[in-house]
């Protein structure tokens, strides 16, 4: 079976030795350091966090600004709009009133003329029947 002897034995306390010793000088300064950097780490984290968080709300506020900065811009804007297209309604309708006024006044013109040119060729008629008639006739009526 196993036997025992003292080197066995040394070994054995030669071990716990060095596991004391590295315990002591090696591991704890090592997790010691882990935890340190995890800390640093952990606190870099929630700094960029809220850095982030920061930068939201400052790109959040600009484009508020940026809103308010545009809205008199395009009221304005949409005045203009409306005021040129009052203007060009008012002009159009000043041009269907001048056109109307005009076409009334041919229309007026053409019927003026239109009872001269009747009433001539009435002349007209008058004279060429009875000028017919004589000549169908051959006598001066």
Do not use: C, W
């Not at 030669?14 to 315990?23: A, G, S, T, V």
């Amino acid at each position: 079976m196993l036997d025992f002897n003292s080197t066995l034995l040394i070994q054995f306390f030669n071990f716990l030795i060095l596991l004391i010793l590295l315990n002591f000088l090696l591991f704890k300064p090592v997790l010691k350091a882990l935890d340190k950097r995890s800390t640093v780490l952990g606190s870099a984290f929630d700094k960029a966090e809220h850095l982030k968080d920061d930068v939201k709300q400052l790109e959040k506020s600009y484009d508020e600004g940026m809103k308010e900065r545009k809205k008199p811009l395009l009221e304005q804007k949409d005045s203009a709009v409306a005021e040129a297209q009052k203007a060009s309604m008012r002009l159009i309708e000043q041009a269907r009133a001048e056109l109307s006024k005009e076409l009334e006044k041919v229309k007026g013109d053409v019927e003026m003329e239109s009872r001269k040119v009747s009433d001539a060729l009435r002349g007209e008629v008058g004279k060429l029947s009875t000028e017919v008639a004589e000549k169908i006739l051959r006598r001066s009526l």
